[in-house]
């Protein structure tokens, strides 16, 4: 009954591909950028387990990365978002084909 | 037979991660998902601890829970009236994303099972603080400041996005 690295690793595939479904069938902008988040805390988790069971400092270093990227990311879509709905009253992706041709 | 602790800890935690990303991934009210994103980022906060990485766990309740999960609230009070449905909960593309997502999922856990990993035998790691502090002021300086760079810009362009146009 040990928590082994395995144990970690299947738990962050898991929740990896619930963010994955939630990308691929939600149309909702700010849905999708929660789902991308919990991707990203997936891969977060693999970082640390993999440093953990292998005593190496260097992955927490990389969770610290892609914290930063993840603030960043989530800061400048949600300005996106609110921009999109000032002008166009809408947050659904499919209504959203300003850029596509 | 007795069951240790930490296997308790770590199937309770799994329970309310992977139940509460269900709920951010299937709700169809956003504010609801957002407050399970809590308890996502929580439960993960708690994995880090049970991982002996009491730093990160402090970093990950203070960033994610505090400031990023914040401003998704700030962005859904922005942009939604409350009190409206989300107006479509997409089933169209559901069964090619499950295929694909099947997909993935056979080819992480043949990975996760079929590599022999390096795996040493598990060590609490002492004073992370510290040791992550003198790594990124030697060894990952560079990247370090890149990051804050990164940061910064991304900060200053959200506000030109976000803020007035043009100016006028």
């Known amino acids: 009954m040990t928590i082994t690295l395995s144990h970690y690793l299947v738990l962050a595939a898991a929740l990896f591909v619930i963010g994955l479904v939630g990308v691929f069938i939600r149309r909702n902008a700010i849905t999708i950028l929660m789902c991308i988040e919990l991707m990203l805390n997936a891969v977060n988790l693999t970082f640390i387990a993999f440093a953990s069971h292998m005593n190496a400092v260097d992955g927490l270093i990389f969770v610290f990365f892609v914290i930063t990227v993840a603030a960043a990311e989530v800061a400048v879509g949600l300005a996106i ?21 | 037979m007795q069951i240790p602790a930490e296997a308790i800890v770590f199937y309770a935690l799994t329970a309310i991660t992977v139940l509460s990303g269900l709920v951010v991934v299937t709700s169809r009210k956003l504010v609801h ?13 708690g994995y880090y601890v049970l991982l002996s990485a009491d730093f990160l766990a402090a970093a990950q309740v203070l960033i994610y829970v505090g400031g990023i999960l914040i401003l998704i609230l700030f962005a859904v009070m922005l942009t939604h009236r409350i009190e409206s449905l989300d107006i479509r909960s997409e089933t169209l593309q559901l069964l090619p994303a499950i295929a694909g997502c099947g997909a993935i999922v056979v ?24 040791s992550i502090g003198s790594l990124f002021m030697t060894d990952y300086l560079l990247p370090f400041e890149v ?20 100016g006028q």
Request: charged share 15%.
């Open chain 1, 81 to 101: 978002v609110i921009a999109l709905f000032r002008n166009r009253d809408t947050v659904n992706l499919d209504e959203l084909n300003l850029m596509r041709w």
């Open chain 2, 33 to 45: 998902s957002a407050f399970a994103l809590v308890f996502a980022f929580s439960g993960l906060a």
């Open chain 2, 107 to 130: 080819l992480m856990l043949l990975a996760v099972y079929r590599t022999p990993w390096a795996v040493k035998e598990p060590q609490v790691l002492t004073q992370t603080a510290q």
């Open chain 2, 147 to 166: 990051a804050s760079v990164h940061l910064l810009i991304a900060l200053v362009g959200a506000v030109i996005i976000a803020g007035k146009r043009g």
